[in-house]
């Protein structure tokens, strides 16, 4: 037999059936006419009277079948939104048309047909933004991750199979809070990524602050597994609502693709160490079960050194993805950059626009319960000194201001926790104690999980504070906690402790 391909599809008098693009044999219930002939004369001799019936079912089928192939290639060969790009919808050579006919062909064999096993979870990972993400243009985006060659393609999905079943059996994470055992909100404060705006094209604009990136506070609050789960969550559940949005203000906007920005600004070489360098890799390999959704990534303000971790990183990097990032040193030549991808007032003010700032966007979106949210929060990660070292964090408040802080860690053995309120002359260090000796320990000992408590919750009094932290005189090594303090102007804002 002969693979099935765009042209065959295009004429309605077609004499054989779809064929398997894999085995060049028919497609699982769909018999060649001789093979109809031959079955439908054993079973006439059994029931001579059903003949015309399962002629006619057969038929039906192939008729079925054959229309629907017909529609798909006439979205590919004429979108209701056409891209000027090669390799998508409307713009595919004759070769590209077969390959994604013969791609569709062998996924529905798959997931039709018992002897393939997983069969359906192909169709799963193809179709996964289906709700925003018209059939031909997922297609193409698979084949096109592989230069369309479907052989290839059906690698790179075999290459993540396993992965995507794992967090399939979890329904990919949709309580994210519950998975790491802390607020979304917190954890992003360490690892500070956010999506916000789109780009004078209509792609959604994703910012990640690379410089302000803390592999020890990710660690304080969770675990490294935990953030393979938050990009899971991320691509699966909030990315289609991104790209529904960026519908929404433009009909047109057919491509489910992203543009990210990364901010190296402060980075530093101890922070492109082996743990920062396998979170990369768990990021990389939950995005390749989503390939090209990246439509290009400009890296900003990279420090010198970043050359050589590059080199390293662009290793376990898709070819395909690489290629379509931009790594820039010069600050005035970022900027220019990113002047020609987002309006200046859309870009967060920490990437040199006028918009909101990354803090700004997850203090705003911090809130639970009904509740406002914070005018400013003071985050800083502390690290406790062995052996009942002591470490300070100094933070002012306001008079039509209220504080309410938490401290989160994984140690077991916990901390001794004070606030003064600083009095007089400030050269006297004379101090006023507001809260002594809070003992913060976790109450089970298990130092596997994350642990917070409230030092206190409605702090009032304009004026210079201090914090300290106390570890334990037993402590062997440096201990961390995060410690987050949410600032309200106007009195209480929340409805309950969380």
């Not at 009277?49 to 290639?73: E, H």
């Not at 990021?283 to 970043?306: Q, R, T």
């Not at 803090?359 to 009904?370: T, V």
Request: proline content about 5%; charged content about 30%; hydrophobic content about 35%.
């Amino acid at each position: 037999g002969t693979k099935l391909s765009a042209d065959a599809l295009s004429k309605h008098d077609r004499e054989d059936p779809p064929q398997n693009p894999n085995s060049g044999t028919a497609v699982r219930g769909m018999p060649t006419r001789a093979q109809s002939y031959r079955q439908g004369r054993r079973h006439s001799l059994d029931a001579p009277g059903s003949l015309l019936k399962k002629r006619q079912s057969i038929r039906q089928k192939s008729v079925r079948m054959i229309r629907n192939s017909i529609n798909i290639v006439a979205h590919l060969r004429k979108p209701r939104v056409k891209i000027e790009e090669n390799g998508y919808p409307g713009n595919l050579t004759q070769k590209q048309l077969d390959a994604c006919v013969e791609f569709r062909a062998a996924l529905r064999e798959r997931a039709s047909n018992p002897s393939y096993k997983d069969g359906d979870v192909y169709s799963d990972m193809v179709f996964a933004f289906s709700e925003v993400e018209e059939e031909a243009y997922s297609i193409c985006r698979f084949l096109r991750a592989r230069d369309f060659d479907v052989k290839k393609t059906f690698e790179m999905l075999d290459g993540t199979l396993e992965i995507w079943k794992e967090a399939s059996k979890h329904n990919f994470y949709p309580d994210l809070e519950n998975e790491m055992g802390c607020p979304t909100s917190v954890f992003l404060t360490q690892y500070p990524n956010v999506y916000q705006g789109n780009s004078t094209l209509g792609f959604p604009m994703n910012y990640f602050h690379a410089g302000k990136f803390s592999a020890d506070g990710v660690n304080t609050l969770t675990t490294m597994d935990a953030l393979e789960k938050y990009i899971w969550k991320t691509l699966k559940y909030d990315l289609p609502e991104i790209f529904k949005n960026a519908t929404e203000m433009n009909p047109d906007f057919v491509r489910c693709e992203i543009i990210t920005v990364a901010n190296l600004e402060g980075l530093t070489r101890a922070q492109l160490g082996s743990e920062s360098i396998d979170i990369l890799k768990k990021a990389s390999s939950v995005g390749d079960c989503f390939p090209e959704i990246l439509h290009k990534a400009v890296v900003i303000n990279a420090p010198s050194f970043f050359a050589v971790s590059w080199r390293l990183i662009r290793n376990f990097l898709d070819p395909g993805t690489a290629k379509k990032i931009e790594i820039i040193s010069n600050k005035k030549k970022g900027q220019k950059r990113l002047a020609e991808i987002i309006d200046e007032n859309l870009l967060p003010s920490d990437f040199d626009g006028k918009g909101p700032s990354i803090e700004d966007n997850l203090r705003q979106n911090s809130a639970k319960n009904g509740d406002k949210p914070p005018s400013r929060r003071i985050v800083e990660l502390m690290r406790l000194k062995k052996g009942g070292g002591v470490t300070s964090l100094e933070f002012n408040v306001k008079s039509h201001e209220n504080v309410r802080i938490r401290v989160y860690t994984k140690t077991a053995l916990g901390a001794h926790f004070s606030i003064y309120k600083c009095t007089g002359d400030p050269k006297s260090h004379a101090k006023t104690p507001v809260l002594e000796n809070m003992n913060v320990k976790r109450p089970d000992g298990d130092a596997s999980t994350q642990f917070s408590a409230c030092l206190i919750d409605d702090l009032k009094g304009a004026g210079e504070y201090v914090l300290e932290g106390m570890s334990e005189k037993k402590t062997k090594a440096e201990e961390s906690f995060l410690v987050v303090g949410e600032v309200y102007s106007g009195g209480v804002a929340w409805k309950e402790d969380v």
